[in-house]
């Protein structure tokens, strides 16, 4: 069983930068797609980003410029670094894996992912 913990959220300003890590109990990112997804208060959740192998990556409109994902495989973790935050990131960020690579379409939905973290909370003040 992969466990996925996250760590490195908190509170920020609107305008400044934040990173969330993700860090994986074993060895997975040949072979597996990595994401982030958020969910807000009386939200549902939403993808974020996605990182395949090699390092296809794809994000969300709404983040897109603002958001970088990246991994490191030596040490089983992958990265959210976010700038230019807004009130409207605020959110509770999750990292998930999933065995197969699928395609950008299949890594928007959460249904894609087998292992998921527990999720770091992110809050953007204005």
């Known amino acids: 069983q992969v466990q996925l913990e996250e760590s490195g959220g908190g509170l920020v300003q609107v305008g400044n930068s934040l990173s969330v890590s993700c860090a994986a109990s074993e060895r997975i990112f040949s072979t597996h797609a990595l994401g982030w997804f958020r969910q807000a208060p009386g939200k549902e959740r939403e993808f974020v980003a996605s990182?395949?192998?090699?390092?296809?990556?794809y994000y969300a409109n709404s983040v897109w410029g603002r958001f970088t994902i990246d991994r490191d495989n030596a040490k089983n973790t992958v990265y959210l670094q976010m700038t230019r935050l807004k009130p409207e990131d605020t959110a509770v960020y999750y990292c998930?894996?999933?065995?197969?690579?699928?395609?950008?379409?299949?890594?928007?939905?959460?249904?894609?992912?087998?292992?998921w973290g527990q999720g770091t909370q992110v809050t953007v003040s204005s």
């Open positions: 990182i395949s192998w090699p390092y296809y990556t």
């Open positions: 998930a894996a999933a065995r197969t690579p699928g395609d950008d379409t299949s890594r928007e939905l959460a249904s894609h992912y087998d292992y």
